[in-house]
């Protein structure tokens, strides 16, 4: 299954706030559809609940079917909660550690400023949005004057936004850097992760 390229607040009318996806919010309240409205009061299944918080992952921080359950591989191998793991491991991606620095205003844009040449990670140039960081990698800016004056553009859209604890940046020198591996209460996305690990407990 492909990326979602359609419309985002559809989206968000569905799953509820999406921060990666868009910064929009639907002045509609029912979910999107025809029976929108008379099914809002809908009691929801056991399944259709675990699938709900499945796609909030997919669509907020914009990857496959595929890659999720990649990723959710992984965190299964790894010692601790699958859950936490999970969430560390699409935390710690590089699209999504220039969206937390403030460099663009959601993961779209930040997966786009990635694979069109933009962004460095420690000095050499990285196009790869996947990328996971670790403590230490310093992500910046290329040093030219297009490439800066796209993010000083982004940044002048979403002034305010707070840097995550796990971070540090610098708006001068437009470089960042990541201090730790994320904490499960730095993430702002609101999700029940073990739902998601209930939902693929039969396909990994």
Not at 93 to 105: C, T
Not at 128 to 135: D, E, G, L, M, V
Not at 142 to 167: Q, R, Y
Request: charged share 25%.
């Amino acid at each position: 299954m492909s990326r979602y390229r359609g419309p985002r607040l559809r989206i968000v009318r569905r799953l509820g706030e999406l921060p990666g996806l868009t910064r929009k919010l639907s002045k509609k309240e029912n979910p999107p559809g025809q029976h929108g409205s008379s099914g809002a009061n809908k009691k929801s299944s056991q399944y259709s609940i675990r699938l709900r918080e499945k796609q909030k992952l997919r669509y907020n921080y914009g990857i496959t079917e595929k890659q999720l359950l990649n990723y959710m591989k992984k965190a299964r191998k790894a010692k601790g909660s699958s859950g936490e793991i999970l969430l560390k491991l699409l935390e710690m991606r590089l699209d999504n550690i220039v969206f937390r620095l403030g460099m663009a205003p959601t993961i779209v844009a930040a997966r786009q400023l990635v694979s069109h040449g933009h962004i460095t990670i420690n000095g050499s140039l990285l196009d790869i949005p996947s990328y996971i960081c670790q403590p230490k990698d310093v992500v910046s800016v290329k040093e030219n004057k297009a490439s800066k004056k796209l993010v000083e553009t982004f940044m002048e859209s979403i002034s305010g936004e707070s840097i995550p604890e796990h971070l540090s940046f610098n708006k001068t020198t437009l470089s960042g850097e990541v201090k730790s591996i994320v904490q499960r209460n730095w993430i702002s996305l609101k999700i029940n992760e073990l739902l998601v690990i209930e939902y693929y407990s039969r396909k990994v």
